[in-house]
C-alpha cells in the first residue's frame, strides 16, 4: 500500500477521506469516499440494525406476556383438579390414579405422589402467599404419609405404595419416597415453623445420603443385580438428591455447610461419573468408577428428560455459587439431550434414546411423557435468563407450542400423562397414575410465572 496511507487505509495527505481498495482483473483500484459519507452510511446501517433488534425485543416480550397469562391460568387449572379430584376427604392424602375427567380408577395409593404433593402445596404457600386449601392439603399428606407409610420395623425405610386406607403393599430398595418425604416435611416447616417438621426432613435426608454411600439397607431387599456379577451407579441418585438438597437449604440455613458439602458433592459425581463428553451424552446407568458399559442395553440408556431436569437443578446450584462454568457445563448437557431426543418428525421428546443409536429395550422408548416437557421449559426459561442466548428461548417456545397443543386439557385441566409418538394421548387416555401427580406440572408452571415476571421486569 502507497505510504501515504497508514496501515487502516486512512489518507495522510487528505485527513477528511479513507481510501478503499477494490482489486480490477490484475490491478487494484484506489477509491477514495468522504468520511462523511461513510459515517452516515455506517449509521443508517447501524440504525435499521438496532430498529431490527428493538423489534425482535418486542415480539418476545409479547410474546413472554403471552405466555405468562397462559401458564397462570394453567397452574390454576392444575392446583384446583387435584384438589377437587384427587384429595382423599376420608382417608387423608391423596389418589393420583384419576382418569381425564378426574375419576379414581385405582384406589391404590403412591407414597412418592403423597410426598410430592405435601411438597408442592406448600410450596405454593411459599410463592404465593398461604391459602387455607393449599395448606390443608400439604398436611393430610404429611400426616397420612406418619401414618401409614413408613416401616417401623425397617429402620424407618418408606413404602412405595399403600391401600387407600394406609396398608402397605410394595417396598422398594430405591429412596425416592424418602426424599420426597423430605421435601415435603422442609417446605412445610418454611411455611409454618413447625420444628417436627424440619426434623422429620433432616432424619430422612440423612438416611438418603447414608443408604447411597453404603449403609445396609435395613429391609434387607438387596441390590437390583447380583452385585458378585453387577453393580454400578445410577444418574437419579446424585441428581434427585442435589434437588431435596436445594429445598433443605433454602429453609433450614442452620445446616448450611452440611449442604453445601452435599450439594457440590452431587455435582462432582455427575460429571465424574455420568457425563460422557466422548459419547455426547449423559449414561443414566454406568460402572462403579463411572466405566460406559456398552455392550447391554441398560448401559446404554439415555433419559433426555431425565438429563434436561438435571439442568435446572445444576443451574441453580451454579446460581447459588457463582459459578459461571457451570453454567456452560450444563447448557452443554441441555443441547446434546434436546438435539438427541428431541421427535423431528412428530414434535416432542422421545422418551428413552440409546447412546448409539441402536434400538432401545424399553417399550415405551418412543412415546412422549408430560414431565419431561415440564423441565424443556422450566431448563430452557432458566438458560435464557442465565445466559441471554435466543435459542433457549427458542426451545421454550417451540416446546409450550408443542405442550399447548398435545398435552394441555382446558376442559377438565391437568395434562395428559402419555402420548403416543405421534402426539395422540393414550387410550382412554388418563391425568395421573402411581407415577404421575401434582408435581412436574404445577412445579414448572409456578417456577416459569416466577421466571417470566423476572424476564419481563427486567425487559421494562
Known sequence: MPSCFDFHGESRLFPNYSMVLFPCHQFFEF?????????????????????????????????????????????????????????????????????????????????????????????????????????????????????????????????????????????RRYYFSEAFYAMANAEYYGVTGERTCLERARRAYDLYWNLWHGMPDPTGLGPKTIPETRTGRAFGIPMIFLNVTSVLMRVDPEQKALYDERAAACVEDIFRYHVKEELGCVLENVGP????????????????????????????????????????????????????????????????????????????????????????????????RDTKREEYLDWFFRTLEYSKACFSDPAYGEWYGYLRRDGQPTQPPCKGSTFKGPFHLPRMLSMVDVMLGELLEGAD
Open 31 to 171: 477509491y477514495f469516499f468522504s468520511k462523511k459519507l461513510l459515517k452516515i452510511t455506517f449509521t443508517n446501517a447501524t440504525i435499521k440494525l438496532s430498529k431490527k433488534a428493538k423489534e425482535s425485543t418486542l415480539v418476545n416480550t409479547k410474546k413472554l406476556a403471552e405466555s405468562r397469562q397462559w401458564v397462570q391460568e394453567e397452574l390454576d387449572r392444575c392446583q384446583r383438579f387435584w384438589l377437587e379430584h384427587g384429595m382423599d376427604k376420608v382417608n387423608g392424602g391423596i389418589y393420583t390414579c384419576l382418569d381425564r375427567e378426574g375419576s379414581v380408577y385405582s384406589t391404590d395409593k403412591s407414597v412418592w405422589m403423597q410426598g410430592r404433593c405435601g411438597w408442592i402445596y406448600a410450596w405454593l404457600c411459599h410463592l404465593y402467599g398461604v391459602r387455607e386449601e393449599w395448606l390443608a392439603a400439604s398436611k393430610s399428606c404429611l400426616d397420612f404419609m406418619e401414618a401409614h407409610c413408613i416401616n417401623r420395623d425397617a429402620g424407618d425405610r418408606m413404602y412405595f405404595t399403600v391401600t387407600a386406607d394406609g396398608q402397605p403393599l410394595r417396598q
Open 289 to 384: 468408577d463411572g466405566e460406559a458399559r456398552l455392550e447391554f442395553t441398560e448401559g446404554r440408556i439415555v433419559n433426555p428428560g431425565h438429563d434436561i431436569e438435571g439442568v435446572w437443578f445444576l443451574l441453580e446450584h451454579a446460581r447459588r455459587t457463582g459459578d459461571e462454568a457451570l453454567v456452560e457445563k450444563a447448557a452443554g448437557i441441555f443441547d446434546r439431550a434436546i438435539n438427541a431426543g428431541w421427535d423431528k418428525e412428530y414434535g416432542g421428546l422421545l422418551y428413552f434414546i440409546d447412546c448409539l443409536g441402536r434400538p432401545p429395550e424399553s417399550y415405551e422408548h418412543d412415546m412422549k411423557l408430560w414431565w419431561p416437557h415440564d423441565e424443556i421449559l422450566i431448563s430452557s426459561l432458566m438458560l435464557y
